[in-house]
C-alpha cells in the first residue's frame, strides 16, 4: 500500500506517518514546513520507505507528479488557529481551501483509492445539540473553521460529481504529544504545558467551568487508517472521544496554579462529539482516556521546552483582533 500524508511533518499528520509505516505502507509525506516540523518525523524519516516533500500543497503542478501509483491520500495540510485566521484570511484560504482543491484535483488525475479529509469539528459553531451530530448545521465563527468546513464541501463534491470515494473525518480537540508549539497563541495543551515547565500559572478562560472533548491523537490516528481501509464513500463523520472535560479538571490532572482570564467571544461553553455514526459505519471507539492522554503529554513535557510561554499579559494582546473583530 502507498499512502500519502498532506501536512505530514505536522502533529496530527506526523503520528499518522509513524503508523502507517508501522504498518507496513509505502509513503510520500508533503509539508511546506510553514508549521509543521522535521523534528516530528525524526522517528521514520530515515525510513527508505519515507519520501519527504518539502512542497506547499496549493501548488498542483509541483504535487501532481508525487502522486504517482498512490492508493490513500490523507490530507491534513493546512492552517491552523483562530487570530491569524482572522488577520490574514486570503492565507488561510490559499491554504486551507486552494491547497484543498489542488490535493483533490491532483488525487483524481492519479486515480487514488481512497481520499482522507481531516475535518474540523470547528465548523458547528456554538451547536444546539449536545453530543453534537453530524446533522447539525455548520455555523462557522471565524475564517479558520470556515475555510475547514469550504474545503470539506469541495471534498464532497470531488466525491459526488467524480466519484472520488471521499470521507471526511471531523476531529474534535485533539490532543498529544507533538501538539504545535509555534509562535501563535493556539491549543491549551501547548499553553498549558508550557507554563507548567515555567512554574507560571496556568490561563484559564472564563471560570475554567466550560468543557471540551478532547481526543487523543492516537485514537484520531485509527480512526484515519480504519476510513482509508474501509469502503465507505461520500460521508462525513464525528472523531471524538464521546465525553467532554472541563478546563478546571485539566488545571487538577496538570496540577499548579491558575490566573483568570477573560472569555473570548464565539467559543462554546462546550465541545462534545455524537460518536454513534462513526461507532457504527467504521467500527471504531476511542481507546484513550482523558486521564491516560494527559499522563503521556507529562511524560513528553520536555517536547514544549521550545515552546513560548504565554502570560495574561501577552495573551491580550495576542488575542486583541479577536475580541475586536467577533465581540461586535
Ligand atoms: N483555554 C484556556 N486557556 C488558554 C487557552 C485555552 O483556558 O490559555 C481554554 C479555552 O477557553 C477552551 C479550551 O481551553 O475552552 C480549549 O481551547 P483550544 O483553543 O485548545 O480549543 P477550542 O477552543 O478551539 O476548542
Redesign the pocket.
Known sequence: MKALVTGGAGFIGSHLVDRLLRNGCDLIVLDNLSTGRLENLSDSGSSRCVKFHKVDVADLEAILPLFQGVDWVFHLAALAD?VPSIQKPMEYHRSNVGGTVSVLEASRKSGVKRFIYVASS?CYGIPDIYPTPETEPARPQYPYAFTKYVGEQYVMHWGKVYKLPVVSLRLF?VFGPRSRTSGTY????G??LAQKLNNLP?????D?A?T?DFTFVADVVNACIIAASSDLCNEVLNVGSGQTHS?NKLVELLEGDVVY?P??PG??DR?HADIAKVRSLLGWEPEVSFEEGVNILLENIDYWREAPV?TPET?SVATMDWFNYLGR
Do not use: L
Not at 493556539?186 to 495543551?189: C, H, L, Y
Open positions: 483562530i470547528s480537540n493556539g491549543a491549551v495543551f499553553v498549558f496556568y490561563t484559564v478562560v472564563g475554567g466550560q471540551r478546563i482570564i472569555k473570548r467559543e462554546p465541545t504565554w495573551i
